[in-house]
């Protein structure tokens, strides 16, 4: 069988900075919390709970001797004021890129403009992105976008994790409703990247295994660009669970695969994941090398 892995696959630049930023501060014999899930992988946040990292999902529940990591997909900007206000001691991991999104809107709020966010409304992303401006509309759909009244002026930016097909699309809907459209592609490079390739490799192999947390927006869309052009694309959160019988079983005709991972997926599960699927190559060409064996046996006799 062979293997393929899509390239820039795994941790992205801003979780490599939030987990070197909060194993640093384990190393330092620091107590930590983490305002909200640092990402959006299970294997990863499983290892921080591991190091006796905690988690909370409210600042109601800050414990004053622990330093605070904030998460890489940023918080509210009333949240930020308050940490500052009551004097709290914080380390900022958002995502430098998602930071430049929070930039974008405060410098628009000063212009006479509607501001819009396309992406998923209930990611944490977005939710804090959106706090940063008093006049800002989030839209995910084609529909939501020929819904929209018309504009004098639009400014439209992108979860960073967006489809880039899916942000051209809407862009060019919203080009009908305003006098003046300014674009801001604020989608990561490494999100772009990464979709590009799946989109060219997909096609090509016989089945594509996308790896990633459930909860995870760039996963899920991976999941959908690979889907859309491979039928067999199968969405798995931990690399053990491709040792399901069911799933070696639909793939024992199969003789090429791509492995697709998301921005917060570990590079050590990415590598168990090609371990297994070598494992399963190898069980499934010993089962047919023996069934020859057995026919020729038969024929001989």
Do not use: W
């Amino acid at each position: 069988m062979k293997i393929y892995t899509v390239k820039e696959s795994g941790f992205c630049f801003g979780v490599k900075r939030a987990l070197n930023i909060i194993y640093g501060l384990n190393e330092q014999k620091q107590d930590t919390q983490i305002y909200g899930q640092l990402i959006h992988n299970k294997t990863a946040l499983d290892q921080l709970e591991a190091k006796g990292i905690e988690t909370i999902q409210s600042l109601d529940r800050l414990d004053p001797r622990k330093k605070l990591v904030i998460r890489t997909h940023g918080i509210k900007k009333d949240e930020e004021e308050r940490l500052k206000k009551e004097g709290i001691d914080y380390v900022d991991a958002t995502c430098p890129l998602v930071k430049n999104l929070h930039h974008i809107i405060e410098k628009l709020q000063n212009k006479d403009t509607q501001i819009l966010i396309i992406g998923d409304k209930n990611h944490p992303e977005v939710i804090a992105a959106q706090s940063y401006g008093d006049n800002v509309t989030v839209i995910n759909s084609e529909a939501e976008a020929a819904a929209m009244k018309k504009a004098d002026r639009l400014d439209v930016l992108a979860q960073t994790t967006l489809d880039s097909d899916h942000f051209e699309r809407i862009v060019a809907l919203l080009a009908a409703k305003a006098g003046k459209l300014e674009v801001h592609n604020t989608i990561c490079n490494t999100t772009k990247v990464r979709q590009e390739a799946i989109k060219k490799l997909a096609p090509r192999v016989d089945f594509v295994v996308v790896l990633g947390g459930k909860n995870s927006s760039n996963t899920r869309k991976l999941y959908n660009i690979a889907l859309n052009r491979n039928k067999n694309t199968f969405y798995i959160q931990k690399s053990s669970h491709l040792n399901d019988p069911a799933f070696i079983a639909g793939i024992k005709d199969f003789r090429s695969v791509a492995i697709a991972a998301g921005a917060s997926t570990p590079p050590g599960e990415i590598e168990e994941a090609k371990n297994i699927l070598r494992n399963i190559n190898l069980s499934i060409e010993k089962e047919t090398n023996n069934g020859k064996r057995k026919r020729n046996c038969k024929h001989n006799h």
